[in-house]
């Protein structure tokens, strides 16, 4: 029914409202707070991430001749020997990531999927199921997955801490 005149809610819609857009305000502040520590956050990263882009131009890319199969150790060694950048457009899932356009030597790059995708396992994420391989970089467990499951398609290379896997 609608009402002839403008009424007042009752009070209870009134009390219910003001609980409402109080929390929502709440909410807002805190998001504002957590956004200004995720700046400080990726500022940091980005200092991290100079840091080791000069540190890599002392290291020559690990490659192995294209009649030799790559090993485990190839793998870790090519990841160790390349840059691998935060992905920043994805806060939520904080990871990193190897751009094929940005390696030094794209047909490496794309023997490194081909490894993953051959000797990787399944694991799902976010609904999603991707093939992860575990590596060892720097005295840290990571674990890498392309989002495709053709080599020569693949783009981004992701890179994850090992600490950061999703529950299984």
Sequence with gaps: MVPLFNEEPPEEVLAAMRRIEGEKVALMEELARVAERQKALQREMRRCEREQKEALKKVPEHSVPEDQDLTLEDVEKWCRSEFFIMAHTAPGNPHCYFARKKVRDPIMYQRVVGYV?????????????????????????????PMTSIAAESEVLNLKPDSMRPDL
Excluded: C, I, M, R
């Design 117 to 145: 995708l051959a000797n990787g396992y399944p694991q799902k994420y976010s609904g999603d199921e991707y093939t992860v391989l575990d590596v060892e970089l720097n005295g840290s467990s990571w674990f890498l997955w």
